[in-house]
């Protein structure tokens, strides 16, 4: 009998390398996105659409899916509560996608259970404005509590880069090739060298992801999605240095908080923090070494590779 997943929302940097991987392990793959995609292989479908209820109930009319990974972020958790019981009661298995940045920086290197910024922060302007670390910590725990004994997964991704975003520090996008080709340094605090990076190339995040979906012993669990790199800052921008001839200047954290007064919760508890990740939990669950992925130069590699072919 095929086994088919869904992927909502899976058109994107982590969704793409998802449904790649699942692919290749021999399942059919449905993706609900908004991007103009063409499928080129008959077990993978797209359909340009919201994911809205009406439509959600219109595929599970046809469908019971082995797993569902559910890409969508929920701003208001009453939101993600709404819609639950619909994803829950059409599929064996659904994967819920949280943060690494729920972490606090308590933990070093980051384990599953390390301290969840929600858990212990006293800030009262994170908990009234923050809407991203905090709701995904709200939904994990509406899990925990309140859904305890039904097929979830919790997974807790890093920043994945691919060609739609190179991440070096807050700056995302296409924005460390904008810099390297007009030969203007890019302004990164110095304080930020020698952290680590929360980073990882998002064709092994998909590939653990993909892994897991379809992995009962991953029920009622929670994992980092990493294959734990672990390089600092400084090292990643080294390797754009070498790789697009991009110049960094490291500047003072004043010079960068005036220069980017966006960024916010963002930069304060997450990217100012070291961000080392213990992958033991993940990488036991589907099996594989270290070894088995690629390094974030050889992603960089990769995606640039990808960009040219543009």
Same mark, same amino acid.
């Given at each position: 009998?095929?086994?088919?997943?869904?992927?909502?929302?899976?058109?994107?940097?982590?969704? @793409? *390398?998802?449904?790649?991987?699942?692919?290749?392990?021999?399942?059919?793959?449905?993706?609900?996105?908004?991007?103009?995609?063409?499928?080129?292989? $008959?077990?993978?479908?797209?359909?340009?659409?919201?994911?809205?209820?009406?439509?959600?109930?219109?595929?599970?009319?046809? $469908?019971?899916?082995?797993?569902?990974?559910?890409?969508?972020? #929920?701003?208001? !958790?009453?939101?993600?509560?709404?819609?639950?019981?619909?994803?829950?009661?059409?599929?064996?298995? =659904?994967?819920?996608?949280?943060? #690494?940045?729920? #972490?606090?920086?308590?933990?070093?290197?980051?384990?599953? +259970?390390?301290?969840?910024?929600?858990?212990?922060? !006293?800030?009262?302007?994170?908990?009234?404005?923050? %809407?991203?670390?905090?709701?995904?910590?709200?939904?994990?725990?509406?899990?925990? +509590?309140?859904?305890?004994?039904?097929?979830?997964? &919790?997974?807790?991704?890093?920043?994945?880069?691919?060609?739609?975003? =190179?991440?070096? *520090? @807050?700056?995302?996008?296409?924005?460390?090739?904008?810099?390297?080709?007009?030969?203007?340094?890019?302004?990164?605090?110095?304080?930020?060298?020698?952290?680590?990076?929360?980073?990882?190339?998002?064709?092994?995040?998909? %590939?653990?992801?993909?892994?897991?979906?379809?992995?009962?012993?991953?029920?009622?669990?929670?994992?980092? &999605?990493?294959?734990?790199?672990?390089?600092?800052?400084?090292?990643?921008?080294?390797?754009? $240095?070498?790789?697009?001839?991009? %110049?960094?200047?490291?500047?003072?954290?004043?010079?960068?908080?005036?220069?980017?007064?966006?960024?916010?919760?963002?930069?304060?508890?997450?990217?100012?923090?070291?961000?080392?990740?213990?992958?033991?939990?993940?990488?036991?669950?589907?099996?594989?070494?270290?070894?088995?992925?690629?390094? &974030?130069?050889?992603?960089?590699?990769?995606?640039?590779? %990808? =960009?040219? +072919?543009?």
């Amino acid at each position: 009998m095929e086994k088919r997943v869904l992927l909502i929302a899976g058109g994107g940097t982590l969704g @793409t *390398y998802t449904y790649k991987e699942l692919l290749a392990m021999g399942y059919s793959v449905d993706v609900i996105c908004l991007e103009d995609h063409v499928s080129t292989d $008959e077990r993978l479908r797209f359909f340009k659409a919201y994911a809205t209820d009406e439509y959600l109930q219109g595929m599970f009319a046809k $469908e019971h899916y082995a797993a569902i990974v559910n890409f969508i972020h #929920y701003p208001q !958790t009453e939101e993600f509560k709404r819609v639950y019981p619909l994803l829950i009661q059409n599929t064996d298995h =659904l994967v819920f996608l949280s943060s #690494y940045r729920i #972490y606090a920086d308590e933990e070093h290197p980051i384990t599953e +259970n390390a301290p969840r910024l929600a858990d212990v922060l !006293t800030d009262e302007k994170f908990f009234a404005e923050e %809407k991203y670390a905090l709701p995904k910590s709200q939904c994990e725990d509406f899990l925990k +509590n309140e859904c305890a004994s039904d097929p979830w997964t &919790i997974v807790r991704p890093v920043i994945s880069f691919s060609d739609r975003r =190179l991440d070096l *520090y @807050t700056h995302s996008g296409t924005k460390v090739l904008e810099y390297a080709q007009r030969g203007e340094a890019l302004l990164i605090p110095a304080e930020a060298k020698h952290k680590t990076a929360g980073l990882d190339w998002a064709g092994n995040s998909g %590939k653990l992801i993909a892994r897991l979906c379809v992995n009962p012993k991953a029920i009622g669990e929670c994992y980092t &999605i990493s294959s734990a790199p672990n390089l600092t800052w400084g090292e990643v921008a080294e390797i754009y $240095e070498e790789l697009i001839g991009l %110049k960094v200047k490291w500047g003072s954290e004043e010079e960068y908080l005036e220069k980017n007064p966006q960024i916010g919760f963002m930069y304060h508890y997450d990217r100012k923090y070291d961000r080392a990740v213990d992958c033991t939990k993940v990488l036991n669950a589907v099996g594989m070494k270290k070894e088995d992925f690629a390094s &974030i130069r050889e992603g960089i590699q990769i995606e640039l590779e %990808k =960009l040219k +072919n543009k």
